[in-house]
């Protein structure tokens, strides 16, 4: 989702109902009409990966965004957004709809026992058997560092190998196999690449070697590359 008409023609999908246009003000009438069939219930509504949207809504002027923000002020509905950057520099324009407007709540790796069961309980519900569960769910844990997206490629990698066996058992070597492919190290590198700055690229490469490092001694390591 990138524009309005492709936000209006998903949320069309999603709820069931026609949109007659992409205009931002069209939002108003279809969640008032929406809570009059829900009987005034509260709606929500969550939108992931709204960098790229809310990047479009500013080059027009934030028409969208301002209606989430009224409808919300309104108690019409509320919003919950998931993005990076992008949303992250709104939250602290001025000029943004969403200044002083949200309430933030920052996502990190999730926490050991939360990778487990993402490992573990998809797998158990599929009948796949492991040849030695605990190390090789800790194995997923350290090579993911804890990362959900990571974590998902990883048990996509590995069902994939079950199938093409044709059995119901992730072996040992399944994983092994998972962490030296080229498919997944050009996975890891866009997932923790992907977004990052040029000058966070630059601080990867040239710490790379050192096991743990401070701020200063990323200071001297890129003077001694001439850069400040």
Same mark, same amino acid.
């Given at each position: 989702?990138?524009?309005?008409?492709?936000?209006?023609?998903?949320?069309?999908?999603?709820?069931?109902?026609?949109?007659?246009?992409? $205009?931002?003000?069209?939002?108003?009438? #279809?969640?008032?009409?929406?809570?009059?069939?829900?009987?005034?219930?509260?709606?929500?509504?969550?939108?992931?990966?709204?960098?790229?949207? !809310?990047?479009? $809504?500013?080059?027009?002027? %934030?028409?969208?965004?301002?209606?989430?923000?009224?409808?919300?002020?309104?108690?019409?509905?509320?919003?919950?957004?998931?993005?990076? *950057? %992008?949303?992250?520099?709104? #939250?602290?324009?001025?000029?943004?709809?969403?200044?002083?407007?949200?309430?933030?709540?920052?996502?990190?790796?999730?926490?050991?026992?939360?990778? =487990?069961?993402?490992?573990?309980?998809?797998?158990?519900?599929?009948?796949?058997?492991?040849?030695?569960?605990?190390?090789?769910?800790?194995?997923?844990?350290?090579?993911?560092?804890?990362?959900?997206?990571?974590?998902?490629?990883?048990?996509?990698? !590995?069902?994939?190998?079950?199938? =093409? *066996?044709?059995?119901? #058992?992730? *072996?040992?070597? $399944?994983? &092994?196999?998972?962490? &030296?492919? %080229?498919?997944?190290?050009?996975?890891?590198?866009?997932?923790?690449?992907?977004? &990052?700055?040029?000058?966070?690229? !630059?601080?990867?490469?040239?710490? &790379?070697?050192?096991?743990?490092?401070?701020?200063?001694?990323? *200071?001297?390591? !890129?003077?001694?590359?001439?850069?400040?």
């Amino acid at each position: 989702v990138t524009d309005y008409a492709s936000f209006f023609e998903s949320l069309s999908l999603s709820m069931g109902v026609a949109v007659s246009s992409a $205009d931002p003000d069209t939002l108003r009438r #279809l969640l008032l009409s929406q809570r009059q069939r829900e009987l005034g219930k509260s709606l929500v509504l969550l939108l992931d990966e709204v960098d790229r949207l !809310l990047e479009y $809504d500013r080059q027009q002027g %934030h028409q969208l965004f301002g209606v989430f923000r009224a409808l919300s002020q309104e108690g019409v509905c509320r919003f919950v957004f998931c993005g990076e *950057r %992008h949303l992250f520099a709104r #939250l602290h324009d001025p000029l943004s709809p969403l200044f002083n407007f949200c309430s933030v709540m920052p996502l990190s790796y999730l926490l050991p026992r939360d990778a =487990q069961r993402i490992v573990e309980e998809p797998m158990d519900e599929l009948g796949i058997l492991w040849e030695d569960r605990p190390a090789m769910v800790q194995e997923i844990i350290r090579l993911s560092s804890c990362h959900p997206n990571v974590i998902q490629q990883i048990c996509q990698m !590995l069902l994939q190998a079950v199938s =093409q *066996r044709g059995d119901r #058992l992730i *072996r040992q070597e $399944d994983l &092994a196999a998972v962490r &030296a492919s %080229h498919t997944f190290q050009e996975f890891l590198i866009e997932v923790t690449w992907g977004n &990052a700055t040029l000058l966070e690229r !630059l601080i990867t490469v040239v710490m &790379a070697p050192m096991e743990t490092f401070t701020l200063d001694d990323v *200071r001297q390591e !890129l003077v001694a590359y001439h850069l400040s």
